[in-house]
């Protein structure tokens, strides 16, 4: 596996306009200006998303490795109590050992923390899926197999290559989504909030102005705890903590039952690396 690095890279992500390796559309269909602005959206999106991965991923290492006291560093032992231990706790041990490991991380000294898992396992998985995306974009372009660089390396290098793989829509969507994806890991891993937008209109259920959209669940729900539904088979009739959701396939019903407009409605649901990055 890949070392994952620790410094962002200075170079700016200048991806060239999608038209310029974009097959050109048919002289008899219209349709050609609106897939060049889509791809070009989509590219500017995949960019943003890539941009908040690199500045995140460095700070994701740092909370990952731990702490460390000089080994001659004197221990302070509180006044009433007996010293403290010598050494890391069985657990440490084991956790510095799972580190070690999987990243590379040697102990330098007697540690005072444990290594958290939940982040280890979000560097794991943030790696191996940039070297993957790195590995896919090279094979589907029908380009050699890519050299072994750290995480923004390759980052960039996806990043770059995205005018070229804006000629197939189905890479160029696969890109976004999977940027998406491991810069989402990286905010929640960080102890990010999923972002929650207000929606106008009143719930369709409860009459309360309480409709809030989740752009990464893709989903609006109603936050008013009292609120239940009519559908016996939604969990929200005996799960207080369940709270009823509109999926995308009813929100031209939800704007029209609750007073909201599609547009706004549509607009707040949107996942974009504007809403995640601007928090």
Same mark, same amino acid.
């Given at each position: 596996?890949?070392?994952?690095?620790?410094?962002?890279?200075?170079?700016?992500?200048?991806?060239?306009?999608?038209?310029?390796?974009?097959?050109?559309?048919?002289? $008899?269909?219209?349709?050609? #200006? /609106? *897939?060049?602005?889509?791809?070009?959206?989509?590219?500017? =999106? %995949? @960019?943003?998303? &890539?941009?908040?991965?690199?500045?995140?991923?460095?700070?994701?290492?740092?909370?990952?490795?731990?702490?460390?006291?000089?080994?001659?560093?004197?221990?302070?032992?509180?006044?009433?109590?007996?010293?403290?231990?010598?050494?890391?706790?069985?657990?440490?041990?084991?956790?510095?050992?799972?580190?070690?490991?999987?990243? $590379?991380?040697?102990?330098? #000294? /007697? *540690?005072?923390?444990?290594?958290?898992?939940?982040?280890? =396992? %979000? @560097?794991?998985? &943030?790696?191996?899926?940039?070297?993957?995306?790195?590995?896919?974009?090279?094979?589907?372009?029908?380009?050699?197999?890519?050299?072994?660089?750290?995480?923004?390396?390759?980052?960039?290098?996806?990043?770059?290559?995205?005018?070229?793989?804006?000629?197939?829509?189905?890479?160029?969507?696969?890109?976004?989504?999977?940027?998406?994806?491991?810069?989402?890991?990286?905010?929640?891993?960080?102890?990010?909030?999923?972002?929650?937008?207000? @929606?106008?209109?009143?719930?369709?259920?409860?009459?309360?102005?309480?409709?809030?959209?989740?752009?990464?669940?893709?989903?609006?729900?109603?936050?008013?705890?009292?609120?239940?539904?009519?559908?016996?088979?939604?969990?929200?009739?005996?799960?207080?903590?369940?709270?009823?959701?509109?999926?995308?396939?009813?929100?031209?019903?939800?704007?029209?039952?609750?007073?909201?407009?599609?547009?706004?409605?549509?607009?707040?649901?949107?996942?974009?690396?504007?809403?995640?990055?601007?928090?």
């Amino acid at each position: 596996m890949t070392t994952p690095n620790t410094s962002t890279s200075n170079t700016p992500i200048t991806p060239q306009p999608s038209g310029t390796h974009a097959t050109a559309p048919d002289p $008899g269909h219209g349709n050609g #200006g /609106s *897939r060049s602005r889509r791809s070009d959206s989509t590219v500017a =999106d %995949a @960019v943003l998303w &890539i941009e908040l991965l690199l500045h995140q991923f460095p700070e994701l290492l740092v909370e990952l490795a731990p702490s460390y006291r000089s080994p001659s560093a004197p221990r302070a032992a509180p006044s009433g109590r007996g010293p403290a231990p010598a050494g890391p706790t069985r657990a440490e041990r084991e956790e510095a050992l799972r580190a070690e490991q999987a990243h $590379g991380l040697t102990p330098s #000294g /007697s *540690r005072t923390s444990p290594v958290r898992l939940h982040i280890s =396992d %979000a @560097v794991r998985d &943030i790696t191996d899926g940039v070297i993957e995306l790195d590995e896919a974009v090279h094979d589907r372009l029908r380009m050699p197999r890519p050299r072994r660089e750290r995480v923004s390396g390759r980052l960039l290098r996806v990043a770059r290559l995205l005018d070229r793989a804006a000629a197939d829509d189905v890479l160029l969507e696969h890109i976004r989504d999977e940027v998406r994806r491991m810069a989402r890991r990286c905010t929640r891993a960080l102890g990010g909030a999923e972002p929650v937008v207000r @929606v106008g209109g009143r719930c369709p259920w409860c009459d309360s102005v309480s409709l809030r959209a989740f752009p990464a669940r893709r989903a609006v729900l109603c936050v008013n705890p009292a609120c239940r539904c009519a559908d016996r088979a939604c969990d929200c009739r005996t799960d207080p903590a369940h709270r009823h959701a509109w999926s995308e396939g009813a929100w031209v019903r939800l704007a029209a039952e609750s007073g909201g407009d599609l547009t706004e409605l549509t607009g707040a649901t949107a996942d974009t690396a504007r809403r995640e990055g601007g928090r």
